[in-house]
């Protein structure tokens, strides 16, 4: 158990909608990391947090958004989905920050299916 | 440009056989830093190791051991005496510093290893 706790383990929905993943980071991380992993694309970054400040963008589409709250956890918002949303969705997290770079522990994930 | 190669897609083994996974890396920066994740058929990503820019030393733990070699920008990571439950995908991951300082990992594709009983 790497500390990171993700929610739903699955979620299924249709084309067109939209939904929220949630993320818990390991007690005292302040960094909170989102990534896709797709059959064709492979583990993608999409998004980094930092103590609440958006840190770095990857490969994330402008449907996509996400946030960090005060108390650490992160929300990740998909809308408009589409089949090709389909993916499992990763949440990690670590202490880094101002250069330290530490492990990332990553949550069990959660896996979207569009239909 | 970070990129992260992975050119063994899938690799079959028997059992108590060693087995090397193979990483080469691509990187613009002097300070980076090195991962190995294994992701078991249940999916979760579980953390290996993590090796810096400036430490060449090889990592042995166990059954596992780790060749990092600059020269060919090389990250290797071997297996000795294969067991089933090794049986997983794994990743090579790559991070290097950015503006803003985002520690964001760059994966390979992954080798999926099989070890058979």
């Known amino acids: 158990d790497s500390g990171v706790t993700q929610t739903p383990k699955h979620l299924i929905t249709a084309t067109g909608q939209r939904v929220t993943l949630r993320c818990s980071p390991r007690s005292g991380d302040l960094s909170v990391y989102w990534y896709q992993q797709s059959l064709d694309q492979g583990l993608q970054f999409l998004i980094q947090y930092y103590n609440g400040e958006e840190r770095a963008k990857g490969n994330i589409l402008e449907r996509f958004s996400a946030q960090q709250f005060p108390d650490l956890h992160s929300e990740l918002n998909l809308s408009s989905l589409e089949l090709g949303d389909s993916a499992l969705y990763f949440c990690a997290s670590s202490l880094a920050g101002a250069g330290y770079y530490n492990e990332q522990f990553f949550g069990p994930g959660t896996r979207l299916t569009v239909l | 440009a970070q990129k992260v190669t992975q050119a063994q897609t899938e690799i079959s083994v028997v059992e108590k056989e060693d087995v090397t996974l193979d990483c080469v890396y691509e990187?613009?920066?002097?300070?980076?830093?090195l991962f190995w994740y294994k992701q078991p058929p249940s999916g979760e990503l579980v953390f290996l190791i993590r090796?810096?820019?400036?430490?060449?030393q090889n990592e042995i733990s166990g059954r596992y051991s780790w060749n990092f070699q600059k020269s060919t920008s090389s990250f290797n990571f071997t297996i000795t005496a294969s067991q089933v439950v090794d049986s997983a995908v794994y990743f090579c991951a790559l991070s290097e510093p950015e503006k803003g300082g985002s520690e964001k990992l760059v994966f390979g594709k992954g080798t999926k290893l099989t070890v058979n009983p």
């Open positions: 090796r810096n820019s400036f430490d060449e």
């Open positions: 990187t613009r920066d002097t300070t980076y830093y």
